[in-house]
């Protein structure tokens, strides 16, 4: 049997049923799980914890529960320490690969996430999935390091969406066979976690997640249940005359457009003004007309740039002055397109974290684009 793990508290994981438990009760589910922003009065955290196992040529094998963190008395023990104590006494073996996925209430603070980091920096035969359905102190710098230390040793880090949420209530909580029924603001908060986590995560190398790229890049006229926001998101691949890539990211509208921050990228770069490059970008929405007049002015300024915009959906395309900047663009030089099937193929490629996958279209994908496609030719060929 191997020693128990010692985290930074010094506090190894005690066999104490009523701690490490099999299931919750509903009412407990329910409020400490619940995806606020801001959550007050849940200073327990809670792991549903899912253990998978294989030994070298042989088959998988896996184990689940649920612990809790200990808040009381002397023997104060973060929940994340208590599962690596508890893991690597009683499960941990140097023959064996395991993944471990946790469903926690609240994401781990910077010393855990240290911790687990380190953890998973020793053990290489580990790797840790963490969906959590709420941020801790995100707007602190450490909390914020804390999460980016995990993700740089391997670990994913996500928000846990309704798909987890049932499963967690199906797996991990004594619901009596009774369905779970999501709270009135699951997918708003969901969504706006979903953003706060890419801030912290993001810079313009990080890939989009599947269930975020096809939300925010279907070309569905009306958005599919469950019901989120469509915003700007922006790709780009910059691309030398001989067609080799030298940089490539992923905007999307915070305090300031995502066009203007893809501007401020690549004028960041300071390009070689004698050579030529070619920028493609797939963009959700077509650029606003101030967007579009910014873009207008740098690809003025830069004529050995090209710039290829390829739009999944047109933005106000109904108003006047949204129409004169779709104008503007293609009267500068700039090409205008909407995104097909292959444009979203590549998109999937180079920007989405698709696990090897390849691309599976939407239902109606090439009907909608279509569509799209016919009103942006209208747009460019009528007068104003």
Known sequence: M?????????????????????????????FQFCNLLYANRRNCSYICYKVERRKYHSRASFDWGVFHNQVYGGTRCHTELRFLSWFHAEKLRPNERYHITWFMSWSPCMKCAKEVADFLGRHQNVTLSIFTAR???FQEEGSRQGLLRLSDQGAHVDIMSYQEFK???KKFVNSQRRPFRPWKKLYRNYQR???????????TMNLLREVLFKQQFGNQPRVPAPYYRRKTYLCYQLKQRNDLTLDRGCFRNKQRHAEIRFIDKINSLD????????IICYITWSPCPNCANELVNFITRNNHLKLEIFASRLYFHWIKSFKMGLQDLQNAGISVAVMTHTEFEDCWEQFVDNQSRPFQPWDKLEQYSASIRRRLQRILTAPI
């Not at 890419?198 to 810079?203: C, F, H, K, R, W």
């Open 271 to 278: 390009l070689n003004p004698s050579q030529s490059y070619k």
């Open 2 to 30: 191997q020693p128990a793990y010692r985290g930074y508290s010094q506090m190894p994981w005690t066999r104490d049923s009523s701690e490490h438990m099999a299931r919750l009760d509903p009412e407990t589910f329910y």
């Open 167 to 169: 499963y967690c209530w």
């Open 193 to 203: 976690l979903v953003e706060e986590l890419e801030d912290i995560l993001g810079n």
């Open 135 to 137: 941020l801790y102190n």
